[in-house]
């Protein structure tokens, strides 16, 4: 019966730490929070204090006076800020379990493959004082293809592509762990300063973050429109020549010349894999095909971009958004099959 009951209330989670946005799933429960990775706080006698986090905090961004600051704590899929982040881990541990529970919750976390030593440290720092009795870490590539349901402990060679805010992961997986992965620096936040950069370029005008990801959003493609221009949309931002604002029509054709570079280097992240890749593997993959996941994975034709530089068959998982964190929750559903692939060293 206590067995039962302490499955019941268990308080561990799995938690997709993401530059964007945090995902946290709870053992038995699933996804139990979505919320930007976003938190807004003011100095006081030299502290940070936090004001806000997640959705409130995100809809701060861009618009605080300047006692307030809104932050994202996560660069390039790590720790920028160690302190905020904390915070954060806090704040979202204690929104899940709103109830005080008997015991401190053992943690996932999922971390890029590139992290450095000092980088995995630092995460499993910040979640072991944000209240975990153990940290553990997965490699975000394992825990997106575990997600996106692919039968990684086959001894067949399987490709993932998992673009996030931060950072893109190109890996190849043969039972149940990496054979070659490659993380490149390139995701959704690239993809925004592409954008900014072109409309300051090519239109003398300057847009704020919640313009560009309703750009990308709503008209965002991977390839030039066949008519040359495609959909359109009204935008609204600052004028640089003389500082009043401004609406403007921005069409995909633009869109997708704006994102010519990071597109491509994502491609070519994915060619590089291919070509170090085992023979016998890469004869698995041209049968299987290449599965996309991670929010940057929904930007429009990419998964057609890609077929067409590479060859292969190329799908976006069903819940792209959600695979990191479902694959994370998974390693800590069924930890005794996929124990290898969590890292609890100290």
């Given at each position: 019966m206590?067995?039962i009951l302490?499955?019941?209330?268990?308080?561990?989670m799995?938690?997709?730490?993401?530059?964007?946005?945090t995902l946290?799933y709870?053992?038995?429960?699933?996804i139990?929070?979505?919320?930007?990775?976003?938190v807004?706080?003011?100095v006081r006698?030299?502290?940070?204090?936090?004001?806000?986090?997640?959705?409130?905090?995100?809809l701060?961004?861009?618009?605080t006076?300047?006692?307030?600051?809104?932050i994202?704590?996560?660069?390039?899929?790590?720790?920028?800020d160690?302190d905020?982040?904390?915070e954060m881990i806090k704040?979202?541990i204690?929104?899940?379990?709103k109830?005080?529970t008997?015991?401190?919750p053992?943690?996932?976390?999922c971390?890029?493959h590139?992290?450095?030593?000092?980088e995995?440290r630092a995460?499993?720092?910040s979640v072991l004082?944000?209240?975990a009795?153990k940290a553990?870490l997965?490699?975000e590539?394992i825990?997106?293809?575990i997600?996106a349901g692919?039968?990684i402990?086959d001894a067949?060679?399987?490709?993932?592509v998992?673009i996030?805010?931060?950072?893109?992961?190109?890996?190849?997986?043969s039972?149940?762990?990496?054979v070659?992965?490659r993380?490149?620096r390139?995701?959704g936040?690239?993809?925004d300063?592409?954008?900014?950069?072109?409309l300051?370029?090519?239109?003398?005008m300057?847009?704020?973050?919640?313009?560009?990801?309703?750009?990308?959003?709503?008209?965002g493609?991977a390839?030039?429109?066949q008519?040359?221009?495609?959909?359109?949309m009204?935008?609204?931002?600052?004028?640089i020549?003389?500082?009043?604002?401004?609406?403007?029509?921005i069409?995909q054709?633009?869109?997708?010349?704006a994102?010519t570079e990071?597109v491509?280097?994502?491609?070519?992240?994915?060619?590089?894999?291919?070509?170090?890749t085992?023979?016998d593997?890469?004869a698995?993959i041209?049968d299987?095909g290449?599965m996309?996941?991670?929010?940057?994975a929904?930007l429009g034709?990419?998964?057609l971009?890609?077929?067409?530089?590479?060859?292969?068959?190329?799908s976006v998982a069903?819940?792209?958004l959600?695979c990191?964190a479902?694959?994370?929750?998974?390693a800590?559903?069924y930890e005794s099959?996929?124990?290898?692939?969590v890292?609890?060293d100290?």
């Amino acid at each position: 019966m206590f067995s039962i009951l302490t499955g019941l209330f268990s308080a561990d989670m799995a938690i997709d730490l993401g530059t964007a946005n945090t995902l946290v799933y709870v053992k038995g429960r699933g996804i139990v929070l979505n919320e930007p990775s976003v938190v807004a706080y003011h100095v006081r006698d030299g502290k940070k204090q936090v004001l806000a986090v997640g959705e409130e905090a995100k809809l701060m961004l861009g618009r605080t006076p300047g006692s307030i600051q809104a932050i994202r704590p996560m660069r390039e899929g790590v720790i920028a800020d160690f302190d905020v982040a904390e915070e954060m881990i806090k704040h979202f541990i204690r929104k899940v379990h709103k109830r005080t529970t008997f015991t401190k919750p053992k943690i996932i976390v999922c971390v890029p493959h590139g992290a450095t030593p000092v980088e995995k440290r630092a995460i499993r720092q910040s979640v072991l004082s944000a209240g975990a009795r153990k940290a553990g870490l997965i490699a975000e590539p394992i825990a997106a293809a575990i997600g996106a349901g692919m039968p990684i402990t086959d001894a067949t060679g399987s490709m993932v592509v998992d673009i996030g805010g931060g950072t893109t992961e190109v890996a190849v997986l043969s039972l149940a762990d990496i054979v070659y992965a490659r993380s490149i620096r390139v995701g959704g936040d690239r993809m925004d300063e592409a954008l900014i950069a072109y409309l300051r370029r090519h239109q003398s005008m300057l847009i704020g973050e919640s313009t560009v990801e309703r750009i990308k959003t709503t008209i965002g493609t991977a390839r030039m429109p066949q008519d040359g221009r495609g959909a359109v949309m009204q935008i609204r931002g600052r004028d640089i020549l003389n500082g009043v604002p401004k609406e403007i029509e921005i069409n995909q054709a633009q869109v997708a010349e704006a994102l010519t570079e990071p597109v491509q280097q994502i491609c070519e992240a994915v060619m590089i894999a291919l070509e170090a890749t085992p023979p016998d593997l890469a004869a698995d993959i041209v049968d299987r095909g290449v599965m996309l996941t991670g929010g940057g994975a929904l930007l429009g034709d990419l998964d057609l971009e890609l077929r067409e530089q590479t060859g292969l068959a190329i799908s976006v998982a069903d819940q792209s958004l959600h695979c990191v964190a479902l694959g994370t929750g998974k390693a800590l559903e069924y930890e005794s099959r996929l124990r290898h692939a969590v890292d609890y060293d100290s």
